[in-house]
């Protein structure tokens, strides 16, 4: 071969070598440079197809290489969660609410995935902590308000449940008020098993301010007059439920029944019951009260009558069917008592088939 072949396979050599090396370095390193995007765009596709294993892979790998990537911790952190691994959660969100170098937008998310991490761990008080820093942050206020609504009553704190309830509706430009009735009704409920029957019942009175239909509030008021031996005042509070939710009058029937005894005025329960009914005109309970008393005074005539409605109202109600039964067996009427068994079970088969 001649000096210049030699020459041109040299060259050629050169070459072939100058383009592996741009292959294995070059084009690797420039691989390198974009596998973390790459990374992280399959982890959105895995977390989009339920394949939180590759996700969870996708994710570390991304964080490897990108360490600025918070939404990729965040997502790492909420695996960790679902997986129970909740104290490795809680470390991955604490170290990232000590960085410097990070938007306020992802400081933000990175907060309340800690609070949401202290909660979990039973560490309400620092959930309560991160909250009130979230209050201060720009546009949290609503969200951080709502959070620690929540966080209050899985504490049970209701006095701080209802202001902050309250804050939220301000917050919101909601001017329904009635949500707020559960808060006073737990106060309220809390100052009973105290013993604070006074302050109880003003809590109560705050509750049907707020919600004028809120019959357990009824129920509370008259309670805490009946605890402390005023059972005229017991009556009247109870009475109320007439008007504030006679669909509920149940709720107070047996109060009343048993106060009005004790008071020499039974002989109202039956006014009680027609007033009920003016409200309420299928209000089975009240039925049910007038059959009991027809029977008492001898009238089965009328109570069979009354039983018979209650059961076209509401076909498998029980105190019904017991106090028709009672009354075929007394009379001796043993065919029309197996009449109303047949009936009550087609109806009660009727219902499972459905």
């Known amino acids: 071969?001649?000096?210049?072949?030699?020459?041109?396979?040299?060259?050629?050599?050169?070459?072939?070598?100058?383009?592996?090396?741009?292959?294995?370095?070059?084009?690797?390193?420039?691989?390198?440079?974009?596998?973390?995007?790459?990374?992280?765009?399959?982890?959105?596709?895995?977390?989009?197809?339920?394949?939180?294993?590759?996700?969870?892979?996708?994710?570390?790998?991304?964080?490897?290489?990108?360490?600025?990537?918070?939404?990729?911790?965040?997502?790492?952190?909420?695996i960790l969660r679902q997986r129970g691994m909740h104290a490795k959660a809680l470390q991955l969100s604490m170290d990232l609410s000590i960085r410097q170098n990070i938007s306020a937008?992802?400081?933000?998310?990175?907060?309340?995935?800690?609070?949401?991490?202290?909660?979990?761990?039973?560490?309400?008080?620092?959930?309560?902590?991160?909250?009130?820093?979230?209050?201060?942050?720009?546009?949290?206020?609503?969200?951080?308000?709502?959070?620690?609504?929540?966080?209050?009553?899985?504490?049970?704190?209701?006095?701080?449940?209802?202001?902050?309830?309250?804050?939220?509706?301000?917050?919101?430009?909601?001017?329904?008020?009635?949500?707020?009735?559960?808060?006073?009704m737990r106060i309220a409920d809390e100052l009973v098993a105290s013993g604070e029957y006074h302050k109880a019942r003003t809590e109560f009175k705050e509750a049907l301010k707020l919600n004028k239909e809120c019959a357990e509030a009824v129920v509370g008021l008259g309670d805490a007059y009946d605890k402390e031996g005023r059972t005229e005042d017991a009556v009247k509070a109870w009475r109320?439920?007439?008007?504030?939710?006679?669909?509920?009058?149940?709720?107070?029937?047996?109060?009343?029944?048993?106060?009005?005894?004790?008071?020499?005025?039974?002989?109202?329960?039956?006014?009680l019951y027609a007033k009920v009914l003016e409200r309420d005109n299928d209000n089975v309970a009240a039925l049910t009260g007038l059959a009991n008393l027809s029977e008492k005074k001898g009238d089965p005539a009328q109570a069979e009558d009354t039983y018979h409605r209650i059961l076209e109202i509401k076909p498998d109600y029980a105190p019904a069917i017991v106090g028709l039964l009672k009354l075929y067996r007394e009379g001796k009427r043993f065919g029309e008592a197996a009449q109303v068994i047949d009936k009550t079970v087609d109806s009660i088969l009727t219902v499972d088939k459905s």
């Open 105 to 184: 937008a992802d400081r933000v998310r990175v907060l309340y995935n800690l609070a949401e991490d202290h909660v979990i761990a039973g560490k309400m008080e620092a959930a309560e902590s991160i909250y009130k820093q979230l209050l201060l942050m720009s546009g949290q206020k609503p969200t951080a308000t709502q959070k620690l609504v929540e966080l209050y009553e899985r504490m049970g704190r209701w006095n701080e449940a209802f202001k902050a309830a309250q804050n939220y509706l301000d917050l919101t430009d909601n001017r329904d008020k009635s949500s707020l009735c559960k808060y006073k």
């Open 240 to 271: 109320k439920i007439i008007d504030v939710a006679p669909e509920k009058a149940e709720l107070v029937f047996e109060r009343l029944r048993k106060a009005l005894f004790d008071l020499g005025q039974f002989g109202e329960i039956e006014e």
């Open 1 to 78: 071969m001649t000096t210049f072949g030699w020459i041109v396979v040299a060259a050629i050599a050169i070459v072939v070598a100058a383009g592996g090396i741009y292959y294995y370095y070059f084009r690797r390193q420039l691989r390198d440079n974009v596998s973390p995007d790459g990374n992280y765009v399959e982890a959105l596709r895995a977390l989009l197809d339920g394949n939180q294993t590759l996700a969870f892979l996708k994710l570390k790998e991304t964080v490897t290489h990108d360490s600025n990537n918070i939404d990729a911790y965040l997502r790492l952190a909420a």
